[in-house]
Nanobody, 124 residues
């Protein structure tokens, strides 16, 4: 089993920045992909970005490209989401996810583990 714990959410003004962290524990050696998703009230969970543990390749959702960056720290078993130039439409609960396969990317159903989520609110 793998436990994922997010942190770093909060309230920020439009144009500001936040960095979310996701700490993984347990059988982390089985993981190949870590991803970030978000969910706004009344909307489906949306892909934000993901990173491969082997090689570090990344992909992003269209709405965050050029503003958000996913990175990882192998020594700490941690994944980060740096969010810049935040907009009110970025508001939502942000979830960290992890998959045993390396092709999960934006497909929610392919992720095996999920964190509890952290709230991000961007005020206008």
């Amino acid at each position: 089993q793998v436990l994922l714990v997010e942190s770093g959410g909060g309230l920020v003004q439009a144009g500001g920045s936040l960095r979310l962290s996701c700490a993984a524990s347990g059988r982390t050696s089985s993981l190949n992909t870590s991803g970030w998703f978000r969910q706004a009230p009344g909307k489906e969970r949306e892909f934000v970005g993901a990173i491969l543990w082997n090689g570090g390749s990344t992909r992003y959702g269209d709405s965050v490209k050029g503003r958000f960056t996913v990175s990882r720290d192998d020594a700490k078993n941690a994944v980060y989401l740096q969010m810049n130039s935040l907009k009110p439409e970025d508001t939502g609960v942000y979830y960290c996810a992890a998959a045993r396969i390396s092709t999960a990317w934006s497909i929610k159903g392919l992720y095996d583990y999920w964190g509890q989520g952290t709230q991000v609110t961007v005020s206008s």
